[in-house]
T-cell receptor, first 115, second 115 residues
Framework: AQKITQTQPGMFVQEKEAVTLDCTYDTSDPSYGLFWYKQPSSGEMIFLIY??????QNATEGRYSLNFQKARKSANLVISASQLGDSAMYFC????????????FGAGTTVTVRA | NAGVTQTPKFQVLKTGQSMTLQCAQDMNHNSMYWYRQDPGMGLRLIYY???????DKGEVPNGYNVSRLNKREFSLRLESAAPSQTSVYFCASSEGSSGTFYGYTFGSGTRLTVV
């Protein structure tokens, strides 16, 4: 069964606007961590943001914020004030205790920022 | 620069040939991982090593073998390459294998084509 679901294969966003990337996850483990990674066209994987299952507040890192809705098992990434350099593939991932702490990835969402 | 180094960056193999992908990290991380990335499927775990001296299968281990040579190095071997192994391969490392809050540091990837 798919642990991480990203339903948006591709998105377009206008420069300076905000964009929300959807991520839902499936786990019965009370302790888990959620991650977002960025993969630009050059191919490297860049860590963006982390949310722990016990964290009370939504994580933020600069222009990135994570909208964590635990009851809905949702961990959406919000990128504010989009820049051309934000054009990339974005992956949601989860690390669980019951999965031997391995990182499981979603299929990814491609974001294209238009000038 | 500290990080994860993968070699080679590109490789073309003929069906049936063998090769070893090399990975080394200089962050004194305990855990190391090999993933493959295919379009529309995100990253899938091939093998991992939670600590020096241990290795375990991931989601897609068939056709691969690994060696954790020491704490720094974790190699992936294709004994008899098949076209289905055409993919981008990523090595990653993590400080800990027993915490959901440890993120991964990725290498720059190896683009492998099997013809």
């Amino acid at each position: 069964a798919q642990k991480i679901t990203q339903t948006q294969p591709g998105m377009f966003v206008q420069e300076k606007e905000a964009v929300t990337l959807d991520c839902t996850y499936d786990t019965s483990d009370p302790s888990y961590g959620l991650f977002w990674y960025k993969q630009p066209s050059s191919g490297e994987m860049i860590f963006l943001i982390y949310q722990g299952s016990y964290d009370q507040q939504n994580a933020t890192e600069g222009r990135y914020s994570l909208n964590f809705q635990k009851a809905r098992k949702s961990a959406n990434l919000v990128i504010s004030a989009s820049q051309l350099g934000d054009s990339a593939m974005y992956f949601c991932a989860m690390r669980e205790v019951n999965n031997d702490y391995k990182l499981s990835f979603g299929a990814g969402t491609t974001v294209t920022v238009r000038a | 620069n500290a990080g994860v180094t993968q070699t080679p960056k590109f490789q073309v193999l003929k069906t049936g040939q063998s090769m070893t992908l090399q990975c080394a990290q200089d962050m004194n991380h305990n855990s190391m991982y090999w993933y493959r990335q295919d379009p529309g499927m995100g990253l899938r775990l091939i093998y991992y090593s939670a600590s020096e001296g241990t290795t375990d299968k991931g989601e897609v281990p068939n056709g691969y073998n690994v060696s954790r040579l020491n704490k720094r190095e974790f190699s992936l071997r294709l004994e008899s390459a098949a076209p289905s192994q055409t993919s981008v391969y990523f090595c990653a490392s993590s400080e800990g294998s027993s915490g959901t809050f440890y993120g991964y540091t990725f290498g720059s990837g190896t683009r492998l084509t099997v013809v």
